[in-house]
C-alpha cells in the first residue's frame, strides 16, 4: 500500500508539471504569436515609411531636375544677377555657373566622353608622367576634411579627370600647384564630369577670367604669376587709399626684414597673393565659405577676388595695427581670416566676419572696394606702368 501511494504521488506531481508547463508554453506561444504579429505591423510600417520616402527622393529628384532644366535657360546676365544675390542653392549651383561662363556650343561639344578621352593624357612620355605624379600628390591635399575629398572619396576620381583632361588642353602651363583647389571646387559644384571640366576650362580660359594667367611662369628675373603680380598691385594701391595707417605699419615690418614696400606685389607676392588669389581664397577658407567667394566671382570676374581681400583687410586692421612692428604673423595669410593659426588647411576656426549666414557675407563683399571703375582704371594704371618697364629694358 505504501508503495502504490508513493507511486500515486509521483504520478500527481509529474501531472502538475505538465499542467505548469503546459500553461508555461501556451504564455510562450502567446508572446512568439504577439511579437511575431507586432513584427508583421513593423515590416508594413517601414515598407510604407520607405515608399514615401522614396516618393519624396523621387520628387525631390524631379523638382531639383526641373530646376536645373529651367536654370539652363536663363542668359547668362540672369545666370550673374542670381549668383550676386547671394541664394544659390548647392544643387543648382553648376548649372548657374555654367550659364554665365559656357555656351551652349561648348557644352554641346564637350561630354562625359570626349572628357574621359582627354583624361587619357599623363602617360606616353616622362615629360607627361611629371605632371601626373605632381596631380597624384595634390589629390590628397584638395579639401582633405570635406565630405567626398577624404581618401578614396568620391570626388577625387573626379578630379583628377578634370585635371588631366585640363592639361592635355593647355600646352603652354599644363599643370601648376593650385589649379587642383580651383578644379576641386568645380568638382564639389558640378552634376558630372564634363560639367566640372567645362567649368574649370572656362575659369582658366574665359576671355573674360582667364584665370590661368595666375598660374605663368617666370622667364629669367621674371617671378611669373602675371595676374596675381597685378592684382597684388592693385591691392596694395587699394589699402593706401582705404586703410593708409595699415599699409604704413605693415610696409615699416617689412622693411625691417629688408623687403620693397607692398605687401602683396612685387618680390612680396608670395608672401600673400598667391595664397589668396591663386585659389582665390579656397586655401584658406574651407569649401563652404570659398564657394560663395566663387559664386561672385564668376558673376564679376576677378574684382570679387579683391573685394574679398579688402573685406579681409578691414576685418584685422585694428588687430595688426595693434601687433609690434616687425611681427611675421602678419605674413601668414590664413591669420587673416582665422582665430589662431590652424592645423588643418583650411580650418574651420574662422573670424567671425566669414561665419555669417552665406547672404550677409555675399553682401559684405560686395560692399566692399573697388568699384568695377576703380578696378578697370588701376588694371590700365598697372598695364602702363608694365609697358614702360618693358621699354625701358
Same mark, same amino acid.
Given at each position: 500500500?505504501?508503495? =502504490? ?40 510600417? /517601414? !515598407? ?19 530646376? $536645373?532644366?529651367?536654370? +539652363? ?11 550676386? $544675390? ?13 550659364? =554665365? ?11 562625359? %566622353? ?40 568620391? @570626388? ?8 588631366? =583632361? @585640363?592639361? +592635355? ?8 600647384? *593650385? ?7 568645380? &568638382? ?20 573674360? @577670367? ?9 622667364? *629669367? ?18 589699402? !593706401?587709399?582705404?586703410? #593708409? ?36 581664397? /579656397?586655401?584658406?577658407? #574651407?569649401?563652404?565659405? +570659398?564657394?560663395?567667394? @566663387? ?8 574684382? =570679387? ?20 612692428? *616687425? ?17 588643418? &588647411? ?20 560686395? %560692399? ?8 578697370? /582704371? ?16
Amino acid at each position: 500500500g505504501a508503495f =502504490a501511494a508513493l507511486l500515486v504521488h509521483r504520478m500527481y506531481r509529474d501531472h502538475v508539471r505538465r499542467i505548469k508547463m503546459r500553461k508555461i508554453l501556451g504564455e510562450l506561444h502567446k508572446r512568439i504569436e504577439k511579437l511575431r504579429l507586432t513584427t508583421e505591423d513593423l515590416l508594413k510600417l /517601414a !515598407e510604407t515609411v520607405n515608399v514615401k520616402v522614396l516618393k519624396r527622393e523621387e520628387e525631390t529628384l524631379r523638382r531639383v531636375a526641373s530646376a $536645373r532644366k529651367d536654370l +539652363s535657360r536663363v542668359s547668362p546676365q540672369r545666370a550673374r544677377f542670381l549668383l550676386r $544675390r547671394g541664394v544659390v542653392v548647392a544643387l543648382v549651383r553648376g548649372c548657374l555657373w555654367e550659364r =554665365a561662363l559656357v555656351s551652349d556650343e561648348e557644352v554641346k561639344r564637350i561630354g562625359v %566622353a570626349q572628357v574621359t578621352e582627354m583624361a587619357k593624357w599623363g602617360e606616353d612620355s616622362e615629360y607627361e608622367l611629371n605632371y601626373l605624379r605632381t596631380i597624384h600628390a595634390d589629390l590628397a591635399r584638395t579639401f582633405p576634411h570635406t565630405k567626398g575629398f577624404e581618401r578614396k572619396g568620391r @570626388y577625387l576620381p573626379r578630379l583628377e579627370k578634370v585635371l588631366r =583632361a @585640363y592639361a +592635355s588642353q593647355d600646352k603652354q602651363i599644363r599643370y601648376v600647384q *593650385g589649379m587642383n583647389s580651383v578644379a576641386g571646387l568645380c &568638382c564639389l559644384s558640378a552634376t558630372d564630369d564634363a560639367q566640372a571640366f567645362r567649368l574649370t576650362n572656362a575659369l582658366m580660359r574665359h576671355p573674360g @577670367y582667364r584665370h590661368r594667367e595666375v598660374f605663368g611662369r617666370g622667364q *629669367g628675373r621674371d617671378i611669373g604669376f602675371p595676374l596675381a603680380c597685378q592684382l597684388g598691385w592693385i591691392l596694395d594701391r587699394l589699402m !593706401e587709399k582705404y586703410h #593708409p595707417k595699415l599699409s604704413v605699419h605693415l610696409n615699416k615690418t617689412l622693411a625691417m626684414m629688408n623687403c620693397p614696400k607692398g605687401m602683396f606685389s612685387g618680390r612680396n607676392v608670395g608672401f600673400m597673393t598667391l595664397k589668396w588669389f591663386l585659389t582665390l581664397f /579656397a586655401s584658406v577658407v #574651407p569649401p563652404p565659405v +570659398s564657394l560663395h567667394i @566663387y559664386d561672385l566671382f564668376v558673376a564679376d570676374g576677378h574684382v =570679387a577676388a579683391l573685394r574679398a581681400a579688402m573685406l579681409s583687410i578691414a576685418d584685422v586692421e585694428s588687430q595688426w595695427l595693434a601687433t609690434p612692428v *616687425g611681427d611675421t604673423k602678419v605674413l601668414q595669410p590664413k591669420l587673416w581670416h582665422h582665430k589662431a593659426d590652424p592645423d588643418g &588647411c583650411p580650418s574651420e576656426d574662422l573670424r567671425d566676419t566669414w561665419t555669417r549666414d552665406p547672404w550677409a557675407l555675399v553682401t559684405a563683399i560686395r %560692399a566692399s572696394p573697388p568699384s568695377v571703375e576703380e578696378f578697370e /582704371a588701376l588694371r590700365s594704371e598697372y598695364a602702363q606702368l608694365q609697358a614702360m618697364k618693358k621699354t625701358a629694358s
